[in-house]
């Protein structure tokens, strides 16, 4: 499939797991594809790994701090310039920090929502204009995840700012909708990517495991992170490729929950 034949596309957060592989399934269909992170080395990986398949031709990468205001308006900036406007945004970055609420530090509260929502923000309002004036209609896929509206222990502050994203994602579809802009949130779960690999590290010592009981797939899978079982990032990739086209062209202004039936 070549849906996205002469499409620009940014995906922030693309230097791992989803982010990476969304953009390498984008550039598969035919995308013209910025990546952005603020880790140079997992970029080098994303384009090696698109050297593989012939593919960097059509990549362009950027180091980009989402958290950093200054850093995402001339990051912007630099990406517009460089693809001569913007079709697509895929907003992926986030981290995961765990702890007992009551021991949460302002200092990890205020992280979590500066990367995962007000970077969210940052980028999406550096890139409206340019999406606007998309002759395919601008379309905005936003990361949020099933900790949004599900319970996830030690995970107040990750799902307070993903709530937050379907929040922003709803708005964003009405207020420009009669413009041509679409705008989706994805709620991934179960998916295997950087912040599942490394989710025990951040997480109490005294962790109550079996909180986690009820968080499995219904649907067979062939990874694990952590002892837990995951599907593939492709899976993730598969479905905002659906939504960024044309076959998504009547969804806007809802999420998407991708975890394999964990929260059936």
Do not use: C
């Amino acid at each position: 499939m070549n849906r996205f034949t002469h499409a620009r596309v940014l995906v922030t957060g693309a230097a791992s797991g989803i982010g990476q592989a969304t953009a390498l399934r984008l550039l598969s269909e035919g995308a013209l594809v910025a990546v952005a992170d603020v880790s140079k080395e997992g970029l080098a990986e994303t384009t090696r790994l698109a050297k593989e398949s012939d593919l960097e031709g059509r990549l362009h990468s950027f180091t980009l701090d989402v958290a950093d205001e200054a850093s995402v308006v001339s990051g912007v900036r630099r990406i517009l310039e460089t693809l001569g406007g913007l079709d697509v945004l895929v907003n992926a970055a986030g981290i995961l920090r765990g702890s007992h609420t009551h021991r949460t530090t302002l200092e990890m509260w205020n992280r979590t929502i500066a990367v995962n929502l007000t970077g969210m923000f940052l980028v999406t309002r550096e890139a409206l204009p340019a999406l606007l004036g998309s002759n395919r209609g601008g379309v905005v896929v936003n990361f949020s995840s099933t900790s949004a509206t599900f319970a996830h222990p030690y995970m107040a502050a990750y799902a307070a700012s993903k709530g937050g994203i379907q929040s922003f994602t709803h708005a964003l579809a009405l207020e420009y909708g009669k413009q041509g802009l679409r705008a989706v949130a994805v709620a991934p779960g179960s998916i295997k990517s950087g912040i599942t690999d490394t989710t025990a590290t951040y997480l109490p010592s005294d962790t109550d495991w079996t909180l986690f009981e009820k968080l499995s797939p219904i649907l067979g899978t062939d990874l694990e992170s952590g002892g837990a079982p995951m599907a593939g990032p492709e899976k993730v990739a598969g479905v905002i490729a659906m939504l960024a086209s044309e076959d998504g062209s009547f969804i806007t202004g809802t999420e998407i929950r991708i975890d394999g039936g964990t929260h059936a």
